[in-house]
Each structure stands twice: as structure tokens, then as C-alpha cells.
């Protein structure tokens, strides 16, 4: 079974530009998230799809940032336009379950290899 | 969300038991103690979960003492590949974010 997978696994732009990435969760995964770490940071939530629906969007950094999810599958992350201090890495995660089926134990997160992306 | 402390980075021979202590003192009742793995370049991974006692699995036992407020990651007879940042997490629901701490970094040496 394929894990979750982003693309592009690096991209390199000049501050100002559009960047888009994006993520394929695990078949079937109703949840998928995005995380960031910038350098020397933490690892942060961004945001929180359950299906086609943004659950929780509380970590996204500003209106400079726009999450999709077509149709409940893959998930795209824009940042338009990209400043400085969006270099970092960007990782998408997904797990199955959803919000009506209680299912404690069965709540592991998957996560991708990460996009780096770097704003110069 | 609990917050967590563990320490910084630990360092162990191969073939050596690996223990990592996380406090977790303001734990809800309904929360998990989950743990995740990093290697460089990846993203986490998942380890290991508990919500009370003790559990293991082909990779780690997690030990949770009867009043939450902390949890010990062990990793038997660690080997070199097991170079990594280990996060402890405390999750309020099944389905809900993440909150990644520094970790700890486990260095093992031959």
C-alpha cells in the first residue's frame, strides 16, 4: 500500500512567487493535515481536513496560505505570495476514522517524506 | 492541549536499553500518550500508544505509571538505526492535531 506522498520533494523560490504543494494521503484516509517546521523551530499544525472540510484551520499562519481538498482526496497547499519566513519543511499526514466512528485506538497518523521549501 | 517535557537528546551504546521519561502533569482524563519517531529527512513516525499500564509492541514498551503525569518510552537493545528525535504526545482526541515538542534526540554509537 502507498504511503503518503508530496510532491515536490524540494522547490527553491524568490520571495514574492506562488508556490503550491501537495500532498496524497493513504487511500481511504478521511483526515489529512498539514504541518510545517521552520528552521529551528518546533513542529507546528497548520490545518486539519476531515474529507473535503477544513475540521480545524487554527495554525495556518495568515491569508497568504490557501488549503485544498478536492473532492476528499489529494490536498494542495498555496502560498501566495511566499515571503522569507515560509522556508521550512511542509509535511502532510493522513489517518483513517472519522468524527462518527469513535475509534480511539486506531488513530495513527501517517506522514510524508516532507517538501522543502526554501525562499530566497 | 498537556504540555510535555522530556529531555533534550540522550546518548547510548548499541545493544543498550534506551529509556526516555516524558512529563506530562496537566494530562485530561480522556487524553493518550502517543510517540512518534524522526529520522532525518522523514517525517514522524509512529511508535507507540498508550492510555494507561503498560504497552508493547514489536518496536518499544510504553510504561505509564497509574497517575498519567509522565510515561517512559523503552527501546531494547537499541542499534545504530535507531539514531533519531523521539516526540512524546499527548493527544485530546483520535482525529484532532499534533503538538510536536523539541523531542528527544537519541544518538547510538557503536
Known amino acids: 500500500e502507498a504511503g503518503v506522498t508530496q510532491f515536490p520533494s524540494h522547490s527553491v523560490i524568490e520571495k514574492g512567487q506562488t508556490v503550491t504543494l501537495r500532498c496524497d494521503p493513504i487511500?481511504?484516509?478521511?483526515?489529512l493535515y498539514w504541518y510545517r517546521r521552520v528552521m529551528g523551530k518546533e513542529i507546528k499544525f497548520l490545518l486539519h481536513?476531515?474529507?473535503?472540510?477544513?475540521?480545524?484551520e487554527s495554525g495556518m499562519p495568515n491569508n497568504r496560505f490557501l488549503a485544498e481538498r478536492t473532492g476528499g482526496t489529494y490536498s494542495t497547499l498555496k502560498v501566495q505570495p511566499a515571503e522569507l519566513e515560509d522556508s521550512g519543511v511542509y509535511f502532510c499526514?493522513?489517518?483513517?476514522?472519522?468524527?462518527?466512528?469513535?475509534?480511539?485506538?486506531?488513530?495513527?497518523?501517517?506522514f510524508g517524506q516532507g517538501t522543502r521549501l526554501t525562499v530566497v | 492541549l498537556a504540555k510535555t517535557t522530556q529531555p533534550i537528546s540522550m546518548d547510548s551504546y548499541e545493544g543498550q536499553e534506551v529509556n526516555i521519561t516524558c512529563s506530562h502533569n496537566?494530562?485530561?482524563?480522556?487524553?493518550?500518550i502517543t510517540w512518534y519517531q524522526q529520522f532525518p529527512s522523514q517525517g514522524p513516525r509512529f511508535i507507540i500508544q498508550?492510555?494507561?499500564t503498560k504497552v508493547t509492541n514489536e518496536v518499544a514498551s510504553l510504561f505509564i505509571p497509574a497517575d498519567r503525569k509522565s510515561s517512559t518510552l523503552s527501546l531494547p537493545r537499541v542499534s545504530l538505526s535507531d539514531t533519531a528525535v523521539y516526540y512524546c504526545?499527548?493527544?485530546?482526541?483520535?482525529?484532532?492535531?499534533?503538538?510536536f515538542g523539541a523531542g528527544t534526540q537519541v544518538v547510538v554509537t557503536p
Open positions: 496537566n494530562i485530561a482524563t480522556n487524553d493518550y
Open positions: 481536513f476531515v474529507k473535503e472540510s477544513k475540521q480545524d
Open positions: 504526545l499527548v493527544r485530546t482526541d483520535s482525529w484532532g492535531k499534533l503538538q
Open positions: 498508550g492510555y494507561k
Open positions: 487511500s481511504g484516509h478521511d483526515n
Open positions: 499526514a493522513s489517518s483513517p476514522g472519522s468524527l462518527g466512528t469513535p475509534n480511539p485506538w486506531n488513530t495513527e497518523a501517517f
